[in-house]
DNA sequence: CTTAAACATTTGTCTAGACAACAATAGTAA
DNA sequence: TTACTATTGTTGTCTAGACAAATGTTTAAG
């Protein structure tokens, strides 16, 4: 049934309307799973993006400007998540000598070792295609690109 | 270009991954719009899909717990959600006389004015359709029912 | 040099999702 | 009746998104 059922609701005004609440729902969905995945390495979904955005740039630092530009939820406060993971050892945090304006944000080993394990993890990384074929994924990107344009 | 821009990543190491990424981040996009365009009306996102499910059921009121299985976000929490409308008059709120474990949540009719002059703005209503076709829309759900079954 | 504008980040405040603990009520079975 | 269990909703606490204001720094203009 999908949807409907989902959200209980027998009819939807449109074919788009259905889609609107469709991405919301199961965006959401999705979040709950990570939230529950991500919480035995003691992050959050969005915390775990950032690690990943900092391994892309390791070794070299990032400032806080171009880590919140490639994140996920764009509003987030990047201030206050990267604080989060300095706390946990995770990113180390110093301020530019060049630009004293910026800071600089690196990932630590301990960091790494936790993305390596995620890495690691056939379970996670397989999820999607048991349910969906790549052939859909790819149509799934190409239509939710154009929803974006 | 699509996601990757939009997230600054070259690369993602499968169509699957960079779908689960897409749906996070059109949802994110999705929401932000909608946010700004509720702010009007003075109501969230997820307070306009309250009134909704409110006047699916009007003129009979709904309970707490029939309101939170329908809800977008499942884990919100649904006493703090509906106090928040009825500070702001849009529903009422009376204890159960047969059940006094129950509350009866109903929309009042501020909250319906408000989903009739969303109703007849044109514009929101059918900005996703001059992005996606119709068939583009089914595929979609189709997809994304298909990835939480 | 001084001043203004742009930049990079931080902070404060509100809203709300995540989740567990709690309280009150109703139903059931001995 | 009493005790047990399930139901229904509320409250507290933590995390984090939304957004505006504030701080300190650099750059550019005059």
Redesign the pocket.
């Known amino acids: 049934m999908g949807i409907e059922q989902d959200v209980k609701q027998a009819k939807f005004s449109s074919e788009f309307q259905k889609a609107m609440v469709n991405i919301l729902f199961t965006s ?1 969905w999705l ?2 799973r990570n ?2 995945y991500f ?1 035995r390495f003691d ?5 775990f993006n950032v690690l990943r955005i900092l391994r892309g740039s390791h070794p070299s630092p990032m ?4 880590i ?1 530009e490639r994140m996920i ?12 993971l300095r706390q946990k050892q995770m990113v180390n ?1 110093e301020l ?1 000598e ?7 944000i690196s990932i630590t080993s301990k960091g790494l070792k936790i993305l390596e394990e995620i890495d690691q993890d056939e379970e996670y990384w397989t999820a999607a295609e048991k349910k969906i074929t790549k052939v859909e994924a790819r149509e799934l990107n190409r239509i939710l690109d154009k929803l974006r344009s």
Chains 1, 2 share one sequence.
């Open positions: 959401s979040g709950n939230t529950a919480k992050i959050s979904p969005e915390q400032r806080l400007a171009d919140a939820e764009r509003n987030s406060n990047c201030t206050r998540l990267v604080e989060k945090r530019c060049a630009n004293r304006r910026q800071v600089d």
